[in-house]
Each structure stands twice: as C-alpha cells, then as structure tokens.
C-alpha cells in the first residue's frame, strides 16, 4: 500500500506554494506555545522545493517561533492556573516539570537548549513564564537556539538536500513504515513499562 508518496507530494506541493511562507510563519508561531508538530515538517521541504530561499525560510521560522515563544510566556505568566489541569492530564507534564528544574539549575541556558533541541519547546516558554525568567535572557536565548536550529536544518537541506531527494522519493515508502514500525515498538516499550 503506498502511504507515504502521495503524503511527501503533498508536502512537496504545501512547500511550493504561493503562500507557504505565512503557513511556515503561523506554524512557527503556534508551535511555539501550543501547537503540536515541530516546524521542520515544512521548513525542510520548503528548502527542498526552493533552496535559494533557504535562508529566508530560517528567519521566517525563527522570528515567528520567537514570538510563539514570548505568546507562550505570556500564557505561562497570566493564565498558568487555567492550563494546569490540562497539563498534569497531558504527556507535557514530565517536560514541564524537567523545564521547572532545568530553570533552576541552568536559569535562561535552558531555554536555549530548548529552542535547539528536539524538547518541547512550548512547554519552556510556557514554563518560563510561569517561573518568571527573565525576560531579555529568554528573548536572546529563544533567537540563539530557535535560529540554530531553523539555519542548521536550512543549511542541511539546501546543501544535501538536493542530492538526497532523489534517494528520498525512491524509498520513501520504507522509510514512512520504518518510522510507523519504530514508532510502535517505542509506544508498546513505554506501555509495557507504566
């Protein structure tokens, strides 16, 4: 059954669009505070599809993700007793209290960790509001790690990219059932440990 083609020409399809730099800009900002999917779902076919806008893409997907991340402060500071139910109820809480105790021994480093990282980086702006980071450290911290990570990925993309596209569209098939079959095997681990 062939799944993943007709997802990645899709993909491949959003990424060329006349509009995909707002679709990278709102993504970038919602997944910042409380949007699900990591933003190099786009970012990295958008390079693909148009590699001299790479670097444009980057700071696109960094400057929104930086103001996601101040939203997500902002929610963390001032609504953080309304969320909380939700949370504790969440898979996010493990991260949220990882995030309290990070603050607490690495202060605003922890934030750039977070923005670099594959961590939820929601949950840190969220908890930094709750914590009451400092504000400049956070900002400079979130443009630090938010835009290495986006320019890594850019800069992977637009100079690997093209040559592993070809490999990528003949096997993207076992690819996408690698990762649903790693995927499985993860989630029944940690089901079979709680």
């Not at 007709?6 to 409380?34: D, K, Q």
């Not at 995927?183 to 079979?192: R, S």
């Amino acid at each position: 059954m062939k799944l993943f083609g007709p997802l990645y020409e899709r993909v491949m399809g959003w990424a060329a669009h006349r509009h995909a730099e707002w679709y990278l800009g709102t993504m970038s900002f919602a997944e910042s505070s409380f949007f699900p999917i990591p933003v190099d779902v786009l970012l990295a076919p958008m390079c693909l599809a148009k590699p001299q806008k790479s670097w444009r893409f980057a700071t696109n997907a960094t400057v929104f993700s930086v103001l996601g991340g101040l939203a997500g402060y902002g929610i963390g500071y001032l609504m953080f007793e309304a969320i909380e139910p939700w949370l504790l109820e969440s898979h996010y809480w493990h991260a949220y209290e990882l995030s309290q105790q990070w603050f607490a021994d690495y202060g605003v480093w922890a934030i750039f960790i977070a923005g670099f990282s594959p961590i939820p980086y929601k949950v840190f702006t969220i908890a930094a509001g709750v914590a009451v980071l400092t504000l400049p450290g956070f900002f400079i911290a979130s443009i630090i790690g938010r835009g290495a990570r986006f320019f890594l990925v850019a800069a992977f993309v637009k100079y690997a990219g093209v040559r592993l596209e070809s490999t990528l569209e003949k096997n993207i098939e076992r690819i996408g059932w690698a990762v649903v079959l790693l995927a499985v095997v993860v989630i029944g681990g940690l089901m079979l440990r709680g």
